[in-house]
């Protein structure tokens, strides 16, 4: 059973850090690209962050570029989303996610949330 | 505001049919793969539809997609009260290289 399990969640002024991570199981992890997405309260779906198998190919939304970073270690099957410079506009639940490329998006986390507020 | 354009709501009694609309341009729906997920309240997003028209194992035949040009739609027969929820499509974005949403429909089974 594919499983991703996010955690890193919780409260951050604007302007901090935060970083999430998202412990992959059930599957050849090394295998497959790993996106973020996130969805803010009432709204729809954004995608955030795109890594490669190897990690070699990253893409991000022009929304976060700049500031959140995507890693993984294949080795310990996680994922992570470094997010610096947070703002009010962040605050969501972020999702873990695996690219079936093709298949679409075919299995997600449980979402952690991140609560941007002074 | 979402690149591919879906309505905000849907209706339908149960036992009816309905369809959800997810317009795009040649850039993502035109040249990619369209995919459909089911959003139940207070749960994570769930795939649907793949790869157009697919269903994954476990998805009864009464969600069907369908895909012309730039446009997709999701069409859901025999509603029942528990496919209540948000209906997101999706798809590749070539110019942006990431994956781009509608902005999500509610159903609503009357």
């Known amino acids: 059973e594919v499983l991703l399990v996010e955690s890193g969640g919780g409260l951050v002024q604007p302007g901090g850090s935060l970083r999430l991570s998202c412990a992959a199981s059930?599957?050849?992890?090394?295998?497959?690209?790993m996106n973020w997405v996130r969805q803010a309260p009432g709204k729809g779906l954004e995608w955030l962050s795109y890594?490669?198998?190897?990690?070699?190919?990253?893409y991000y939304a022009d929304s976060v570029k700049g500031r959140f970073t995507i890693s993984r270690d294949n080795g310990k099957n996680s994922l992570s989303l470094q997010m610096n410079s947070l703002r009010v506009e962040d605050t969501a639940i972020y999702y873990c996610?695996?690219?079936?490329?093709?298949?679409?998006?075919?299995?997600w986390g449980q979402g952690t949330l991140v609560t941007v507020s002074s | 505001q979402s690149v591919l354009t879906q309505p905000p709501s849907a209706s339908g009694a149960p036992g009816q049919r309905v369809t959800i609309s997810c317009s795009g341009s040649?850039?993502?729906?035109?040249?990619?793969?369209v995919h459909w997920y089911q959003q139940l309240p207070g749960a994570a997003p769930k795939l649907l539809v793949y790869?157009?028209?697919q269903r994954p194992s476990g998805v009864p035949d009464r969600f069907s997609g369908s895909k012309s040009g730039s446009s997709a739609s999701l069409a859901i027969s025999g509603l029942r009260t528990e496919d209540e929820a948000d209906y997101h499509c999706?798809?590749?974005?070539?110019?942006?290289?990431?994956?781009?949403f509608g902005g999500g429909t509610k159903l609503t089974v009357l």
């Open positions: 996610v695996r690219d079936g490329y093709n298949l679409g998006i075919d299995f």
């Open positions: 999706a798809a590749w974005e070539d110019s942006l290289k990431g994956w781009v």
């Open positions: 040649s850039s993502n729906i035109g040249s990619n793969y």
């Open positions: 059930g599957f050849s992890f090394s295998t497959y690209t």
């Open positions: 790869r157009d028209d």
């Open positions: 890594i490669s198998g190897r990690g070699y190919t990253i």
